[in-house]
């Protein structure tokens, strides 16, 4: 367990609302990441973070928007929700080890449904 | 072509029995190897990770890293319905050490 929570756990929300799921992390990981996971797609990279206020692009960041204004909190918001959005979302952190490399671990997950 | 690919599965084995599963890549950068599990409504935990080539076993698990083939493996002996799960293989080079590449995961499930 890397500490890391995430809320909602479960939502639904209508086409066209705004949507903000939150990641929190007690143990002062630096790069923090934002996944969704759909069936034959697995987990896909939507944006990262490398630091507070410093975030990049992921291979599916259209329609995501992503701040980290505090090193334990990365908000994902997904400005006008699409049906295409509803999938499984995963924050994850990386992790130094030992040998200098990196391991990455995940929190539990938010289920968002868009109707 | 995806950098990662794996059998989605299902895969489906009697108790006891050994299971392979298996991952191929294409960039030969990648160094670092990882394995993860997933029970269903959870989010993935990390089972193993590996570095460069080589076996690696830690109690029922071995993972192996054959660098010229480009092609990893997870194997379980005595299988247990309790490794009834997703495995998702994922990877990270030397030069771009925090961005993860991920197999869309084998789906396995161990009958009793």
């Known amino acids: 367990d890397a500490g890391i929570t995430q809320s909602p756990r479960h939502k639904v929300t209508e086409t066209g609302t705004p949507v903000t799921l939150r990641c929190h992390q007690t143990?002062?990981?630096?790069?923090m990441y934002w996944y969704r996971q759909d069936p034959g797609h697995g987990l896909r990279l939507i944006h990262y973070s490398y630091g507070v206020k410093d975030t990049d692009k992921g291979e599916v960041s259209d329609g995501y928007s992503v701040s980290r204004s505090k090193t334990e909190d990365f908000l994902l918001t997904l400005e006008s929700a699409t049906s295409s959005q509803t999938s499984v979302y995963f924050c994850?952190?990386?992790?130094?080890?030992?040998?200098?490399?990196?391991?990455?671990?995940f929190g539990p997950g938010t289920r968002l449904t868009v109707t | 072509q995806k950098e990662v690919e794996q059998d989605p599965g299902p895969l489906s084995v009697p108790e006891g029995a050994i299971v392979s599963l298996n991952c191929t890549y294409s960039n030969s950068a990648f160094q670092y190897f990882m394995w993860y599990r997933q029970y269903s409504r959870k989010g993935p935990e990390l089972l193993m990770y590996?570095?460069?080539?080589g076996n690696k076993e830690d109690g029922r698990f071995t993972a192996q890293v054959d660098k010229s083939s480009k092609y990893i493996s997870l194997f379980i002996r005595d299988s247990q319905p309790s490794d009834s799960a997703t495995y998702l293989c994922a990877m990270s080079s030397l030069y771009n050490f925090n961005k993860f590449y991920f197999g869309s995961g084998t789906k396995l499930n161990v009958k009793p």
């Open positions: 590996t570095y460069s080539s």
């Open positions: 994850a952190i990386s992790e130094r080890k030992d040998r200098g490399h990196y391991e990455q671990y």
């Open positions: 143990e002062n990981h630096r790069y």
